[in-house]
């Protein structure tokens, strides 16, 4: 699906479907008051009768009349009007163009509020942006494996032109709209890089995808092999995969869009996590293979990126390994020697990310220097328990990172939540025969995995995002996807965004 900004007024440009939006009040005003004229006053009546009340997300349609005689008018609640934000306006792309596909049809365009303020208190840059992250996100479907006719029926939208009216910034607009459908894309691919089987999506699968990309992009990738971890002591890495017939990979993947220290992203790469020997209940465990979902955002990242071409020196790893019980895996009580020199006791091989991620922390502390050492990672069940499915659990070392992350994940909807990482914590850690242990005890799960991680980061400044949290979520919303969701790669894409301005 293309997105397009155009400077032209609603009546003076075709689309199958015009999307226009509509502030909650007792009757239409803006763009949405000049469509109604033309349509004789059906949108006044149906407010008038309380059929469509323009509650965000509340959608009506009309056949067009007047001026818009041959095209679909499709309505779309914001609210009230001193109470829309970017998310406002990602519902509306999202609302509007999954109407544009339930129609069957292929082209929509989307109204300004009104030609005083086209994106309501939004500049046009981070409106258009909103409008096209939703229209993008909101139609993301995953049917690979669907092989009946109805369910597999490609959807018909083809292109969104976000109209901006004349005066307006439409060089901003296009800006916006370029770096919203682009980090959506990015999205897009992360969740359906999770929701590919097990069976595809292996650690080989990750590393040839970002060879893929690095053959399209201006990036470069080096893929280290199981001898090589041995070679350097990744024993998380190692200890982790040995378990499984598919071969651990470490990832990695640099983008130079600016001279400097980078900023090092690792992300949890399990590409099915069964809990290993420690093994886990049946029921739901087919979510698993969405536990590489942080991989997933920071390879979709760093697409992003390089497609956006930020000016930015960024590293991206990706610790990708299968947790599986079997004769060759770990057992409980075993001891890992770690790529930063520590030893570690296995008490559950379910807590098999922080065991991967250590070495990838490591790994980049010390290669790299980094400016800032950000982690993603399905890493925990109590972050579900602790935050529910809308907000991400936030970590770490460094303030200014976790305030870009919190204001980043204001803006993008991907809202983080901070627990402590106090020394107190620390103690649960403890090991009678090795340096530490692997786990804490079910009480304050998420800090604990937090705690551990942060043994293995140096001095570098650091921020954790644990995103078991909202990886995938069983109802979909007015536009993310239900299952798996692509989570962190906006919310990543932003923090680079920011941290390139300055
Ligand atoms: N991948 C899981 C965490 C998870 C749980 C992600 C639910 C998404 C939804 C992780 O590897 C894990 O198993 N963690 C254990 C840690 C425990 C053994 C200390 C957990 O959370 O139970
Ligand atoms: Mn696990
Ligand atoms: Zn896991």
């Known amino acids: 699906m293309d997105v397009r900004v155009v400077e032209a007024a609603p009546t003076g440009f075709s689309a199958d479907v015009l999307i226009v939006p509509v502030t909650k009040a007792d009757a239409p005003g803006g763009t949405a008051a000049a469509v109604d004229r033309e349509l004789g006053g059906l949108l006044t009546d149906a407010m008038a009768r309380g059929e469509f009340k323009a509650g965000a997300g509340n959608v009506i349609s009309f056949p067009g009349a007047g001026s818009f005689a041959g095209r679909r008018i499709c309505f779309v609640g914001v609210g009230e009007a001193d109470k829309i934000t970017a998310d406002t306006l990602r519902r509306v792309g999202g609302k509007g163009a999954r109407a ?69 910034d439409l060089a901003a607009a296009e800006g916006g709209a370029t770096y919203g459908a682009t980090v959506a894309r990015a999205t897009n691919y992360a969740a359906d890089l999770a929701n590919h089987p ?69 992300g949890k790469s399990i590409t099915f996590d069964t809990g290993g020997i420690s093994i886990k209940p049946s029921a739901g465990m087919e979510e698993m293979k969405g536990d590489m979902g942080g991989g997933a955002a920071v390879l979709a990242t760093m697409r992003a990126v390089a497609e956006l071409g930020l000016p930015i020196h960024v590293v991206g790893i990706l610790t990708a390994a299968e947790n599986m019980p079997s004769g060759t895996a770990i057992n409980p009580g075993d001891v890992l020697h770690m790529h930063n020199g520590m030893t570690v006791e296995v008490i559950n091989t379910d807590a098999e990310g922080r065991l991967v991620l250590a070495d990838g922390l490591s790994y980049g502390e010390k290669t790299y220097q980094p400016r800032l050492m950000l982690d993603i990672a399905t890493l925990t069940g109590a972050c579900v328990v602790a935050l529910g499915n809308h907000a991400i659990g936030l ?62 980061v140096g001095d570098v400044p650091w921020v954790h995002l644990d995103i078991a949290s909202t990886a995938w979520v069983n109802k979909s919303t007015d536009y993310l996807p239900k299952g798996m969701r692509g989570t962190g790669v906006r919310l990543l894409t932003g923090m680079l965004r920011r941290l390139s301005q300055g």
């Open 198 to 266: 097990s069976s595809v999506v292996t650690p080989t699968r990750l590393a040839e995808d970002a060879r893929a990309l690095a053959g399209r992009l201006n990036l470069t990738v080096t893929v280290l092999e199981k001898d090589e971890m041995i070679a350097r002591n990744m024993g998380g890495m190692v200890g982790v995969g040995q378990g499984s017939v598919e071969p651990p990979k470490f990832i990695i993947i640099e983008y130079k869009g600016a001279e400097g220290a980078p900023v090092v992203m690792v």
């Open 395 to 456: 970590l770490g070392t460094s303030d200014d990172g976790k305030q870009t992350a919190r204001e980043v994940g204001e803006e993008t909807g991907e809202r983080v939540w901070e627990l402590p990482l106090w020394d107190e914590y620390n103690d649960d850690l403890k090991s009678d025969i090795a340096d530490i242990k692997n786990t804490g005890g079910r009480a304050g799960g998420t800090i604990t995995a937090a705690c551990f991680l942060k043994r293995f």
């Open 100 to 168: 544009v596909n339930t129609a069957r049809l292929a082209t929509a365009a989307i109204a300004p509020l009104s030609d005083s303020t086209p994106f309501g208190p939004l500049s046009a840059a981070a409106g258009a942006e909103a409008l096209a992250t939703g229209a993008v996100l909101g139609t993301y479907r995953f049917l690979e494996y669907k092989t009946e006719d109805d369910s597999r029926r490609p959807d018909t939208l083809q292109t969104v032109t976000i109209l901006v009216p004349s005066g307006a």
